[in-house]
T-cell receptor, first 112, second 112 residues
C-alpha cells in the first residue's frame, strides 16, 4: 500500500521566518503535486513536479522533488499571514491507473 | 469559463435517506474523482472514473455509488448504508496522468 506522509502535521511560525514542509512517499514515483486548502474551501493547485530534481517557485513558496529519496519539500521564505492554510502533497503512480494518493496535510499558521 | 461545479453547496439528510451530489465539468477531462474529507483530516478517495461508463472503487467506497454516463458528469449517491456520511465532499477531474487534478468547490453534507 502506498503511503504519503507529511511533516510536520501542524506548524506555527512567525512572520518573516523561513521553514520547510516535508513530503515522503513509500514507492517509486516521479510525479508529485502540491495543493493549498483554506479553511472551509476546496483545494487549489500550487505546483506540479514531474522529474527528479524539479524545482518550482511561486512567490514565497518553492517546491522541489528528489525521486531517489522519495522526498518533496515545500519551502516557505519570509512567511506572511496570507500563507496560513493547510498544504497537501499528492503522488500518482505510473501504470496504476489514474489514482492520486494524498498526504496527511500540514496545517500552517503564520503569527504576526 | 471552464471549471468544475458541484451542487448543492450545503446538503442536509435525514437518517435512512439516499442523497445525490452533483459534479459537472466542462474542461473536457477524461478522469473524474470523488473524495471525502472529515474535519481536520486529509482526503480519502471514494470512487474514480477514467472514462465514460467505467469507474473504480477507492479506499472508502462502501455506502456510496456513482455513475458516469456522460464525460462531463460524475454524480455521487450517498446511500442509507453509509453510517456516518457527515463530511465535506470534493469532486475533481484531470485530463490524463501527469496532469494536476482540478477541484470543485465542494458539498458539505450533514446528517440530521
Amino acid at each position: 500500500e502506498l503511503k504519503v506522509e507529511q511533516n510536520p502535521l501542524f506548524l506555527s511560525m512567525q512572520e518573516g521566518k523561513n521553514y520547510t514542509i516535508y513530503c515522503n512517499y513509500s514507492t517509486t514515483s516521479d510525479r508529485l503535486y502540491w495543493y493549498r486548502q483554506d479553511p472551509g474551501k476546496s483545494l487549489e493547485s500550487l505546483f506540479v513536479l514531474l522529474s527528479n530534481g524539479a524545482v518550482k517557485q511561486e512567490g514565497r513558496l518553492m517546491a522541489s522533488l528528489d525521486t531517489k529519496a522519495r522526498l518533496s519539500t515545500l519551502h516557505i521564505t519570509a512567511a506572511v499571514h496570507d500563507l496560513s492554510a493547510t498544504y497537501f502533497c499528492a503522488v500518482d503512480i505510473k501504470n496504476t491507473g489514474n489514482q492520486f494518493y494524498f498526504g496527511t496535510g500540514t496545517s500552517l499558521t503564520v503569527i504576526p | 469559463d471552464g471549471g468544475i461545479t458541484q451542487s448543492p453547496k450545503y446538503l442536509f439528510r435525514k437518517e435512512g435517506q439516499n442523497v445525490t451530489l452533483s459534479c459537472e465539468q466542462n474542461l473536457n477531462h477524461d478522469a473524474m474523482y470523488w473524495y471525502r474529507q472529515d474535519p481536520g483530516q486529509g482526503l480519502r478517495l471514494i470512487y474514480y472514473s477514467q472514462i465514460v461508463n467505467d469507474f473504480q472503487k477507492g479506499d472508502i467506497a462502501e455506502g456510496y455509488s456513482v455513475s458516469r454516463e456522460k464525460k462531463e458528469s460524475f454524480p455521487l449517491t450517498v446511500t442509507s448504508a453509509q453510517k456516518n456520511p457527515t463530511a465535506f465532499y470534493l469532486c475533481a477531474s484531470r485530463t490524463q496522468p501527469g496532469e494536476r487534478q482540478f477541484f470543485g468547490p465542494g458539498t458539505r453534507l450533514t446528517v440530521l
